[in-house]
């Protein structure tokens, strides 16, 4: 889809559609004058009162040369979300031969304006031969007069929303397409256009560096697993020694291993990789709109498989950082190749972790489809990743790291079991990462239940989110 910017007055816009809002409680904006005969008579028959993602459309509007007019129920502007509103509008639209399709700013942020029409117009059908979603072919949004600050707010939504779009396609990728070595490949692909530094460690220099854990994992599948790591500096010197780390697991399939799944729903396991995926995208995103601090991502790649290789519960790996840790359950995968990607990422001198991992059935029991659950060592790290999801609009929940549920860990004969019981699932997941990441300041991002949509929203299609991708870019950007 082309986008643009452009300065004009309402009347100018040339498109096969015009979006303007209007918010309850107030009176339309005065360059709507032309249609407010149209307007009080939507009023009055009830079919629009401008309440939330309310749609009206006037074909063939007298003063303008767009060929309709679409008015846009706004509701309470306290409560209003253009990204939103603009995405469900692009999505209504879409299947109704809109091709064009302009929206009028009226003072609105172009930023959120661009990514809602880039998010909207997505859709998961790159494997269908016929029928595939009709897509908008061009999106201006338009203001009334010139701005530098508009131009980059613009610049700046559409490149952090086709990042966020390239996470999803990797995340709904089936995983016959999408093998760890593949994922390599792609981010590869990925750095080489952007102008970023990519390396691959294989299984061999894995094997020579000690991380067992991550091995253990990769040993039952005949695809060979990959840790991707890719470096972006900034061109001047960076003001602090901070360094930051994107650390996003990476599992193409989870099967669950010897304690394998239930069949039922496990297809869905191919987004097991949705943490490393939205690491991928952001760094496509900041490879172009270039913070000041250096960010490196890892993205520990495996297949969780069962075989005649696969680990076995009971079975003791040893962790890059020295640790020994009793696989009980093979299922809980996440954290055994996060921990050695935790510690690499320590070794190469990060001074900031954070991590996103779909790595819990039980954050999705507490917290849904809604919330990420967010987890920390560092209450300032914390603050700044919460205040950059806070902008971006993704939602996330604090959830409690007491010391107490630490002793859910325990093994009798290695330093850690791999699972805490039943209870408090997704908090002694994230001691486990904890114990790796130690003193260093680190938030965990649980994504198991926001990674993946089961029933399509009307701002956004069924399956995968692209969740967290704006969310990292502008902690970068931020710091
Ligand atoms: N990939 C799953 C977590 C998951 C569950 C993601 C549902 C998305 C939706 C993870 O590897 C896993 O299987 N976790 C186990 C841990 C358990 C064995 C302690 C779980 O949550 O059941
Ligand atoms: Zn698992
Ligand atoms: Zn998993």
Redesign the pocket.
């Known amino acids: 889809m082309e986008t643009k910017l452009q300065y004009l007055p309402l009347e100018k816009i040339e498109a096969d559609a015009v979006a303007a809002v209007l918010f309850e409680d107030e009176p339309p904006p005065s360059e709507l004058k032309f249609a407010s005969s149209w307007l009080e008579e939507l009023r009055a028959s009830e079919e629009f009162s401008a309440k939330s993602d309310e749609l009206a459309t006037l074909h063939q509007p007298s003063a303008l040369r767009a060929r309709r007019l679409i008015a846009v129920g706004g509701g309470k502007r306290a409560a209003f979300d253009l990204r939103k509103t603009v995405a469900t509008v692009v999505r209504a639209l879409k299947t109704k031969g809109v091709k064009k399709f302009a929206w009028w700013l009226n003072g609105a942020d172009p930023e959120a304006a661009v990514e809602g029409a880039i998010l909207g117009n997505f859709e998961p059908d790159q494997y269908k031969t016929a029928n595939q979603g009709k897509s908008l072919e061009a999106f201006h949004a338009v203001a009334a007069t010139n701005g530098a600050d508009l131009d980059a707010a613009f610049e700046r939504g559409r490149i952090l929303a086709e990042a966020q779009n390239f996470t999803r396609e990797l995340a709904n990728e089936p995983a016959n397409r999408l093998t760890p070595l593949m994922l390599a490949d792609r981010a590869r692909a990925m750095a080489a256009e952007c102008g970023l530094d990519c390396e691959v460690l294989d299984q061999d220099r894995m094997r020579q560096l000690g991380m067992g854990a991550l091995l253990g994992v990769a040993q039952g599948s005949a695809e060979p697993p990959a840790l991707i790591v890719i470096r972006y500096r900034p061109e001047t010197a960076p003001r602090t020694s901070d360094h930051l780390a994107l650390i996003g697991?990476g599992?193409t399939f989870?099967t669950?291993g010897v304690?394998i799944?239930p069949a039922e729903?496990m297809e869905?396991?191919k987004?097991?990789m949705s943490g490393g995926a939205a690491v991928l995208g952001a760094m496509r995103a900041l490879a172009k709109l270039k913070p000041a601090i250096p960010v490196t991502a890892f993205v520990p790649a495996v297949e969780?498989m069962v075989g005649g290789r696969a680990q076995r519960p009971g079975d003791i790996v040893k962790s890059l950082d020295g640790k020994t840790v009793e696989v009980l359950?093979?299922?809980?995968?996440?954290?055994l190749i996060l921990i050695d990607a935790i510690t690499y990422a320590k070794r190469q001198g990060c001074t900031h972790l954070v991590d996103a991992?779909?790595?819990?059935?039980?954050?999705?029991v507490a917290l849904g489809h809604v919330n990420i659950g967010a987890f920390a060592n560092d209450d300032a790290l914390l603050a700044r990743v919460m205040a950059a999801a806070r902008t971006e609009g993704e939602k996330m929940w604090h959830m409690p790291l007491d010391e107490d549920y630490k002793e859910l860990l325990k093994s009798a004969f290695a330093d850690l079991a791999?699972?805490?019981?039943r209870w408090g699932?997704?908090i002694?997941?994230a001691w486990f990462l904890r114990e790796f990441a130690g003193d260093t300041p680190w938030v965990h991002l649980d994504i198991?239940?926001t990674?993946?949509l089961d029933d399509a929203k009307p701002y956004m299609a069924k399956g995968p989110s692209g969740v967290c991708v704006r969310t990292f870019a502008k902690l970068a950007l931020g710091w």
């Open positions: 697991k599992v989870d669950g304690s799944k729903g869905k396991m987004y097991d969780n359950n093979t299922d809980a995968e996440g954290r991992a779909t790595l819990t059935g039980a954050i999705v791999n699972i805490g019981g699932g997704a002694s997941a198991a239940g990674a993946w």
